[in-house]
């Protein structure tokens, strides 16, 4: 940790501001497929068709996750012809997500 003193040193109000920011920020990747997607797009960009693959997952699912992720701004999108290629829009995101492999899945795969 820093040498400042944190979120006790920030206003209340602007704190509250910034929890609630937060707070839907991890809702956004408080679900198993989001996560499982934004995990693979860390790797780089993916298609639609690319992350059915690897998430073993109908179309169906991975495009309404897909959704959901794009409408909070965590991924970007770009078109192809036909194929639809999404990556990561943020990178408070990739850092995120970075953070949670660390802490949950690089033991665990040892």
């Given at each position: 940790?820093?040498?400042d ?58 495009s ?37 492999y ?9």
């Amino acid at each position: 940790m820093s040498d400042d003193a944190g979120c006790a040193a920030f206003p209340p109000e602007p704190l509250q501001a910034q929890a609630a920011r937060a707070a839907g920020f991890l809702k956004a990747l408080a679900h198993e497929g989001r996560l499982m997607i934004l995990c693979h797009l860390t790797s780089g960009e993916k298609s639609v068709t690319e992350l059915e693959t690897l998430l073993d997952c109908r179309q169906a699912a991975v495009s309404q996750q897909l959704a959901r992720l794009r409408a909070e701004g965590l991924v970007s999108s770009r078109r192809e012809g036909k194929a639809i290629y999404y990556s990561i829009g943020d990178e408070k995101v990739r850092r995120a997500v970075e953070l949670m492999y660390d802490i949950f899945c690089r033991e665990a795969g040892r």
